[in-house]
């Protein structure tokens, strides 16, 4: 049987509201995969990343117990281009094998969903071209600021890097076939998402009916 599993990829910069965004998407029955939690898995100890990023970045980075401290690590790749690049290049390949194996694990279970791939650099690995749809959230600079530094215990200073480590959203908002500007309550942000998924829903039933790629040009949604 060829699968009609809608992929829908959903992106956003740092403390953008992704990470609510994708829960309501999955209250409303979306199958998603969060590529952040893939990663986690790949840097704890045991997973297929952990030896060689601690080979690449020094024991300094290890907590007592011999796990990455992902705090340790981010204070030394966010002030550093070069190793932040590294850093992607070990685990960025690693990531994308189990999203993709995921995937068709989800497509065998129900070929006639949707699909959502929650992943924060979705747009600059390339990666949100293999997606029929693409998401993007964003909110406030200011108020993006401010969720970074109380969710991750950061300084101002710490929190700016990790923002302007990533691409402006602007170039992501580009490319995108719904955005959800996630400033408001986080009602407001889930009736967004309610609208985006009935949406999706009639996309996915074109999908299933062969009636060709569901995809409008990128930014008329």
Do not use: W
């Not at 898995?41 to 990455?68: K, M, N, Q, S, W």
């Not at 400033?183 to 998924?197: A, F, I, N």
């Amino acid at each position: 049987m060829i699968p009609h599993m809608l992929r829908v990829g959903l992106t956003g910069n740092i403390a953008s509201g992704k990470t609510r965004a994708a829960e309501a998407f999955a209250d409303l029955g979306a199958r998603v995969i969060d590529a952040d939690r893939v990663a986690h898995g790949l840097l704890e100890r045991g997973g297929a990343a952990h030896g060689r990023i601690v080979e690449t970045f020094g024991e300094g980075i290890l907590d007592p117990e011999g796990g990455i401290n992902r705090k340790r690590l981010g204070n030394i790749v966010f002030f550093n281009e070069e190793k932040r690049r590294l850093l992607n290049r070990i685990t960025h390949p690693l990531v994308d094998r189990e999203i993709e194996r995921r995937i068709k694990e989800a497509e065998r279970e129900m070929p006639d969903g949707i699909l959502v791939v929650d992943a924060a650099l979705m747009v600059e690995t390339g990666g949100y071209r293999r997606f029929h749809f693409l998401v993007v959230v964003a909110c406030d600079p200011e108020l993006q600021l401010r969720r970074l530094m109380q969710r991750d215990s950061l300084t101002a200073a710490e929190a700016k890097a990790r923002m302007e480590s990533q691409m402006p959203v602007a170039e992501k908002l580009r490319l995108a076939h719904y955005t959800i500007d996630t400033s408001g309550t986080l009602g407001e942000t889930r009736k967004q998402v309610s609208v985006v998924y009935r949406d999706l829903l009639r996309q996915a039933r074109r999908l299933k009916s062969g009636r060709g790629d569901p995809r409008p040009p990128a930014g008329t949604a």
